[in-house]
């Protein structure tokens, strides 16, 4: 089986560099989908308690009936629970519908800086890690000056910021931020959703070296360092995802695809996004 690189944590926690995302996949089908990525050899699974299927994700790894420790999973605080003590209760709610005594990894989902109280709730994402049921906690969608202001105001600096990050948005003042503090950048919609996969420059790279499109994109991740977690449904796509640690991209293919960015987001900006489901 594939050998996927693990990329140590700064609390030394080892992580996946490849992983399953499950954004938008239906809480139904879930399941299904985590089953397949286990089956082709994924053991990193990347969910949220927005995206309501953690139910699913926690479903599979038990029918899965693989060991604990050898499955590491992400989930990620919603934003309508960034005070501490419903930071707290969320975390046990995320446990109790994952069905798993504890997450490798918890992520602040959004900053929300319109409403500025992501401090308070970094604070309770150590009081969750100090209680010893989330091997590390990082944070999502943060700018270098909502990471300043926890560095300046809190006690530990997150081991994870999951951003976007794809051709299109490379993304790297943010990610030579977190590499100047130690923190590991995970690359999110790595494909940009699909968008980036009739662009030329990679479309000519992908024939030359005999790969997809998908492939060559994911392994420029790869070899850039970034951890990431592609999304499918498709069995013969989750494979084709996992199948990239047999060709290597030369650092002209590298530079090529990363001065394709035009600064383009799939997603929200964090500087402005500040929805808060109710409830
Ligand atoms: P992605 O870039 O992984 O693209 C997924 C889509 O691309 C699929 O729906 C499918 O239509 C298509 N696709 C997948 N593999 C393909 C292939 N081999 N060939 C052709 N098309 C293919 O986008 P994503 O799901 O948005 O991002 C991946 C993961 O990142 C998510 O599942 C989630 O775990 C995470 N994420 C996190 C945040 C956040 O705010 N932290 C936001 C978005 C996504």
Same mark, same amino acid.
């Given at each position: 089986?594939?050998?996927?690189?693990?990329?140590?944590?700064?609390?030394?926690?080892?992580?996946?560099?490849?992983?399953?995302?499950?954004?938008?996949?239906?809480?139904?089908?879930?399941?299904?989908?985590?089953?397949?990525?286990?089956?082709?050899?994924?053991?990193?699974?990347?969910?949220?308690?927005?995206?309501?299927?953690?139910?699913?994700?926690?479903?599979?790894?038990?029918?899965?009936?693989?060991?604990?420790?050898?499955?590491?999973?992400?989930?990620?605080?919603?934003?309508?629970?960034?005070?501490?003590?419903?930071?707290?209760?969320?975390?046990?709610?995320?446990?109790?519908?994952?069905?798993?005594?504890?997450?490798?990894?918890?992520?602040?989902?959004?900053?929300?800086?319109?409403?500025?109280?992501?401090?308070?709730?970094?604070?309770?994402?150590?009081?969750?890690?100090?209680?010893?049921?989330?091997?590390?906690?990082?944070?999502?969608?943060?700018?270098?000056?909502?990471?300043?202001?926890?560095?300046?105001?809190?006690?530990?600096?997150?081991?994870?910021?999951?951003?976007?990050?794809?051709?299109?948005?490379?993304?790297?003042?943010?990610?030579?931020?977190?590499?100047?503090?130690?923190?590991?950048?995970?690359?999110?919609?790595?494909?940009?959703?699909?968008?980036?996969?009739?662009?030329?420059?990679?479309?000519?790279?992908?024939?030359?070296?005999?790969?997809?499109? +998908?492939? /060559?994109?994911?392994?420029?991740?790869?070899? !850039? %360092?970034?951890?990431?977690? @592609?999304?499918?449904? #498709?069995?013969?796509?989750?494979?084709?995802?996992?199948?990239?640690?047999?060709?290597?991209?030369?650092? +002209?293919? /590298?530079?090529?695809?990363?001065?394709?960015? !035009? %600064?383009?987001?799939?997603? @929200?900006?964090?500087? #402005?996004?500040?929805?808060?489901?109710?409830?």
């Amino acid at each position: 089986m594939t050998e996927v690189p693990t990329i140590t944590l700064n609390n030394g926690v080892k992580i996946p560099q490849l992983g399953f995302g499950v954004y938008q996949i239906e809480p139904a089908d879930t399941k299904k989908a985590t089953l397949d990525a286990l089956e082709v050899g994924y053991r990193h699974i990347d969910t949220a308690e927005m995206y309501g299927n953690e139910k699913g994700v926690g479903e599979a790894v038990r029918e899965f009936g693989i060991d604990r420790s050898d499955v590491f999973i992400t989930s990620k605080l919603n934003n309508s629970f960034h005070a501490r003590d419903a930071a707290l209760k969320a975390f046990e709610g995320t446990l109790a519908t994952l069905d798993l005594d504890y997450v490798d990894l918890f992520l602040i989902h959004w900053p929300l800086p319109m409403i500025g109280d992501y401090v308070e709730t970094w604070k309770a994402m150590e009081e969750m890690y100090a209680g010893g049921k989330v091997k590390a906690i990082g944070v999502s969608n943060f700018q270098p000056e909502h990471l300043q202001r926890l560095f300046d105001e809190t006690g530990t600096v997150p081991a994870a910021n999951q951003i976007e990050v794809h051709p299109y948005l490379t993304n790297d003042v943010v990610r030579d931020f977190d590499a100047k503090y130690g923190i590991a950048t995970e690359a999110w919609s790595p494909i940009a959703q699909g968008k980036v996969l009739d662009d030329k420059t990679i479309v000519d790279i992908a024939e030359r070296v005999g790969k997809s499109p +998908a492939q /060559v994109t994911l392994r420029w991740h790869i070899q !850039r %360092g970034d951890i990431v977690f @592609p999304k499918s449904v #498709t069995r013969s796509r989750i494979e084709e995802n996992f199948a990239l640690f047999d060709f290597e991209l030369t650092d +002209a293919d /590298v530079s090529a695809i990363t001065a394709l960015d !035009r %600064g383009e987001r799939t997603g @929200p900006d964090p500087d #402005t996004f500040d929805y808060v489901p109710k409830g």
